[in-house]
Structures are given as C-alpha cells and as structure tokens.
C-alpha cells in the first residue's frame, strides 16, 4: 500500500513538474509559453458563459470592476501574443457589459456601481480602440465610443460643492463610500482623458486631464511635500472638505497618474507633462524592494491585502508598460525592474493542483499558498508588459485606430435626472460631434461597494 502510495505521489510530482511555469524573460517564446498558461489560470475563474450566470462576470467574490480589469488583461494577452483563442469571449464579455447607454451602467450594476468600477471598464474599452481590437460589430457602438460614453458620464458627476470639485468614490448615496473621494475614482477620469485627448486629437480632453489634475493637487492627493516626488495618497471624506487626508498608497493610483502623463507628453510634447511623470515616478519606484520586485506595499507586508488589492500590482505593471512606449527614455529605467518582477512572479505560479498557480508574494521564490483571479491578472499583466517592443504602440485615429466616436456618447441616460452645460470643442470625431456635453448631475453622484483600503 505504501508503495502504491509512493508511485502516487511520484506521477502526480512528475505531472505538475510536467505543467510548472518557467520563464527566460529575454525569450519571446518562453514569455508566450508562460503566458498561456496563466492565461488558462485566469479563465478558470470565468463562468459566465455557464448556464444562468452573466457573461463578463467572474464567480464570487470577484466583484464587477475585477472583471474589467481582467478583460484588459486578457486583451493584452491576445495583443502581444496574437493569439485568438479567447478573442470571441473577451469581446462578447464586454459588449454584454456595456448597460443600455452603452456607458458601463449595466442595470445589473446600478445599484452598487462606482466610479472608479465604471473607470476601469472604462480603461479596457479604450486599450480596445488603441489595439485596434476586434470590431463589436453591427449594432454595436465602437470602442472608442464606448470609451467617451464611461468619460462622459463620470465628467458629468463632477462635484464642486463639496471639496471644491473632484469626483466622489460612490455614484450613489446609498453606498458607503459616497462621502469619500479619491485618486482612484478621479485618476480614472484623468487618465481616461488623457488617452482619449491622444486618440482624438481633442483638446478639450486635456483641459479635463489639466482640471483633475490641479483640482487633486489642491487637495494634497497629489503631495509634493518632499522635493522632486509626488506622492498619491488615496483620498479623504468630504465632512471635513477633504482636509484629512488618508496616505495610504496604492500601485494601481501610482499607475493611472503615471501612464496619464506619459499620454499627455506623448500627445502635446509639453515638458509640464514629463516633469509630472518624473517627479511621480520618482515616488512610484517604492513599490520594488531592493531586488527590484514588485510588491503591494500598503498591505502585502502585514498579509492584510484584500481581493481587491490583491490585482493591484499587476494594473501598475501594465501602465507602466504603456508609460515605457509613450516615453521610451524611461525604459532603460522601467523595463529591467518589469523582468526582475515578471521572473519572481513566474517562480510564484507553481501551485495548485496544475503547478501553475500564481500566488500573491513574488519575494519568496515560489509559491506562497495564496490564489485567486487576482494573482492570475498580476502575473500574466507582468508577463505581457514584458513584450511591450515586440508590437506597435497605442493607435491613434490618425494611425490606423477605429473611428466611430462620439462627443456626447454615452449621454442619454434616463435614469438620472440631469442639467445640461455644453462646452464648446474642436472635436475631430468621425460621428462630426462639436460638443462634449458636460452634465451636473443632481442629488446622484459615487457607487460600488466599500473597498475596506
């Protein structure tokens, strides 16, 4: 019997030996090898194209907003690897999302929807116009439609009687979180604008990226206190008009303010913009220990990160990738700590019953008994970023990126009740709008639900 014991365990050691992830990451094919596999970790967690359960969602506990991050990662995973296998399902998931305004107000969502969850949905559509993705076919709008129709409607919750402006967490005042605001839910907006100022040639755009930014400045989210860096603290409640300042600091914040200026230099070649990255990046690199690994390090070290903290890092990975291609002299700088993090993530994803599951602790040199979709998204944005140079830049509409926009997207919602502000812009959309309509909404704004950070 223990001898049959001993051949047991021997075939199962020799199977997860046979399916374990390895990674030369200076090789294209051994990144695309470790890639698929984590990429099949990460759809082990989908099941919504099961029977009764709702495409584009991830099983419990992976709340809506997870899930439009993981189709971004998913993209990126058929961008840089040119692999279809999961094409069809990643587009059908977000189109199933989109709400009837086609501005990711699905009615599964309403109730509990924030603006930072509406933002990264929000990120993923535009990735699909600048990738040049799939087209959502007839009757559908385009990406970059629905990429103005989540800036629109987040612009138009935009609050100035509390705090002097920005943008509050919640949409709806019945969640927690709606007397709070924060750099999450305002670097969407921020960065969101940023790409799309790119990608339309829309100035105006910038004029909102320049509005959140002084507004974020204002209020110390964006801290300047020490000399030549920025630091991004998450937010503060408006009872006391935003005075008290919450410093905690997340990747994914660092990330959307990181990558929005490198699109805002990119775009105008304005040195105010280069300064900004700089001084932010400057802070940003204090998420890589001395190993040049990185680390989530609000809550990794005390073992305190949440389901939602847990895919942080790998949001931070795939901005600064975007952040290398849009300013190049950086990546001497960026790119080696990118592949000293991508190997201790490849170490991490040896467990499980497959041998490759990803855990969450990229410092102790295999797998550290955590899982979940967000250890799979952390990796695999870690493994794509490394093949940043081996495809084409983000597109623009001048460049080859699908038209099919529209000033106003997004909208025409009947389930706020809204006052009208129009400003005046130069658009150069295809559709031929010459307004974003900027909207006050009234006794609406914030939702999701509270994300204990």
């Given at each position: 019997m223990k001898f049959l014991t001993l051949i047991t365990a021997s075939v199962a050691l020799l199977v997860q030996q046979a399916t374990s992830l390895t990674l030369d990451e200076t090789s294209v094919e051994s990144i695309y090898g470790a890639q698929a596999l984590v990429a099949q970790g990460l759809m082990d967690y989908y099941n919504g194209n099961q029977t009764g359960q709702t495409p584009g969602m991830f099983s419990n506990p992976y709340y809506w907003w997870?899930?439009?991050?993981?189709?971004?990662?998913?993209?990126?995973?058929?961008?840089?690897?040119?692999?279809?296998?999961?094409?069809?399902?990643?587009?059908?998931?977000?189109?199933f999302q989109t709400g009837k305004d086609w501005n990711?107000?699905?009615?599964?969502?309403?109730?509990?929807?924030?603006?930072?969850?509406?933002?990264?949905?929000?990120?993923?559509?535009?990735?699909?116009?600048?990738?040049?993705?799939?087209?959502?076919?007839?009757?559908?709008?385009?990406?970059?439609?629905?990429?103005?129709?989540?800036?629109?409607?987040?612009?138009?919750?935009?609050?100035?009687?509390?705090?002097?402006?920005?943008?509050?967490?919640?949409?709806?005042?019945?969640?927690?979180?709606?007397?709070?605001?924060?750099?999450?839910?305002?670097?969407?907006?921020?960065?969101?604008?940023?790409?799309?100022?790119?990608?339309?040639?829309?100035?105006?755009?910038?004029?909102?990226?320049?509005?959140?930014?002084n507004w974020a400045e204002g209020v110390n989210f964006l801290n300047q206190t020490f000399v030549n860096q920025t630091f991004v603290y998450d937010g503060a409640y408006v009872e006391a008009n935003c005075t008290n300042v919450r410093n905690l600091e997340w990747t994914y914040n660092y990330g959307l303010f990181i990558s929005g200026c490198a699109y805002l230099y990119n775009y105008t070649n304005q040195t105010v913009w280069l300064d900004r990255?700089?001084?932010?990046?400057?802070?940003?690199?204090?998420?890589?220990?001395?190993?040049g690994i990185m680390y989530e390090a609000a809550c990794q070290p005390s073992n305190q990160c949440n389901t939602d903290q847990r895919c942080f890092k790998g949001i931070y990975s795939r901005f600064l990738g975007l952040t290398m291609l849009l300013v190049p002299s950086l990546q001497d700088e960026i790119m080696p700590l990118i592949q000293s993090s991508a190997k201790a993530a490849a170490a991490s994803c040896s467990g499980g019953t497959d041998g490759h599951t990803c855990g969450l602790n990229w410092f102790k040199n295999g797998w550290d008994g955590v899982w979940g979709l967000g250890e799979q998204i952390c990796a695999l944005d870690t493994f794509n970023t490394l093949l940043i140079n081996t495809r084409p830049g983000p597109l623009t509409e001048k460049s080859g990126g699908p038209s099919g926009g529209f000033g106003a997207a997004g909208l025409?919602?009947?389930?706020?009740?809204?006052?009208?502000?129009?400003?005046?812009?130069?658009?150069?959309?295809?559709?031929?709008?010459?307004?974003?309509?900027?909207?006050?909404?009234?006794?609406l704004l914030a939702t999701s639900w509270w994300m204990l950070i």
């Open positions: 997870e899930a439009g991050v993981a189709w971004g990662t998913m993209l990126d995973y058929w961008y840089y690897t040119q692999n279809d296998t999961y094409v069809d399902i990643i587009k059908s998931s977000m189109l990711y107000m699905p009615s599964n969502q309403t109730t509990t929807e924030g603006n930072d969850d509406q933002g990264y949905w929000g990120v993923t559509v535009m990735a699909a116009a600048e990738k040049n993705f799939s087209d959502p076919g007839p009757g559908n709008p385009s990406w970059l439609y629905l990429a103005q129709g989540v800036f629109n409607t987040m612009a138009s919750r935009w609050d100035t009687q509390t705090c002097n402006g920005g943008l509050r967490w919640q949409i709806f005042t019945w969640n927690g979180g709606y007397d709070y605001k924060n750099s999450v839910a305002n670097g969407c907006l921020f960065h969101i604008g940023a790409r799309l100022a790119r990608y339309t040639g829309n100035n105006s755009y910038v004029d909102w990226a320049e509005r959140v930014w990255l700089e001084m932010l990046w400057s802070r940003g690199k204090v998420f890589f220990n001395e190993d025409n919602s009947s389930d706020n009740v809204l006052t009208v502000d129009e400003l005046t812009i130069g658009t150069k959309d295809k559709a031929g709008a010459g307004v974003i309509t900027a909207i006050v909404i009234i006794g």
